[in-house]
């Protein structure tokens, strides 16, 4: 069965420092990966999927993971925290019909 | 391109009362998702259908929650007696085809339930 572990609940970051978060996958097959943003209130957006073509992913806003299959890892980056990054984060994964979610990880974002 | 549209966005129900959802998908998009997701955790998927037949309905609580979408298109997401713990916010999604090899899935706002 196909399942996501996102490392941290709760990440905070200064502006203009980078951002890490960490995702750990389990999928019995090659895996469709995807990390999904939610801001307060408002619906899912994707960031970025990746789909067993080029292993670093470019997303939209400066974001991108990298597909690590040694290390059954997927963490997002971003060089550079902006104030309107701070939201819930979602690694996801599809288990070939649906996606199947992590817990979520808060951004917090400082000035 | 309009977006997965849903409402109503707002419910509060008093416990053992009823309430349904609806959702419009993206024109053209053959399927249709339910997820439920509670305050603090990620989406869980509650029903998905291929077209109007059901694909996977085996995380859905069928003693008190329905789900159809009549001629492929719009969908309705029912809850028959509601219970405190069916609190949540009800996503809605769509997609042209399976997510398999990455075919993008689009979410609706959602429709946010608070049951008293």
């Known amino acids: 069965a196909q399942s996501v572990t996102q490392l941290d609940s709760h990440v905070s970051v200064s502006e203009g420092t980078p951002v890490l978060l960490r995702c750990n996958y389990s999928?019995?097959?090659?895996?469709?990966l995807f990390w999904y943003v939610q801001h307060p209130n408002k619906g899912l957006q994707l960031l970025l999927k990746y789909t067993s073509a080029a292993t670093l992913v470019k997303g939209i806003n400066g974001f991108e993971a990298e597909f690590k299959k040694s290390e059954t890892s997927f963490h997002l980056t971003k060089p550079s925290a902006h104030m309107s990054d701070a939201a819930e984060y979602f690694c996801v994964v599809s288990d070939g019909t649906a996606l199947i979610f992590g817990k979520g990880t808060t951004l917090s974002v400082s000035s | 391109e309009a977006g997965v549209a849903q409402s109503p966005r707002y419910k509060i129900i008093e416990k053992r009362q009823s309430v349904a959802f609806w959702c419009n998908p993206i024109?053209?998009?053959?399927?249709l998702y339910w997820y439920q997701q509670i305050l603090g955790q990620g989406p869980k998927l509650l029903i998905q259908?291929?077209?109007?037949?059901?694909?996977?309905d085996s995380q859905l609580p069928k003693d008190r929650f329905s789900a159809e979408r009549l001629k492929g298109v719009d969908s309705t997401l029912k809850i028959q007696p509601a219970k405190l713990e069916d609190s949540a916010v009800y996503l809605c999604?769509?997609?042209?085809?399976?997510?398999?090899?990455?075919?993008?899935?689009?979410f609706g706002e959602g429709s946010w339930l608070t049951v008293v």
């Open positions: 999928s019995s097959y090659s895996p469709s």
């Open positions: 999604a769509s997609s042209q085809l399976l997510p398999h090899r990455g075919n993008t899935i689009y």
């Open positions: 259908f291929q077209n109007n037949g059901v694909v996977d």
């Open positions: 024109s053209g998009h053959a399927t």
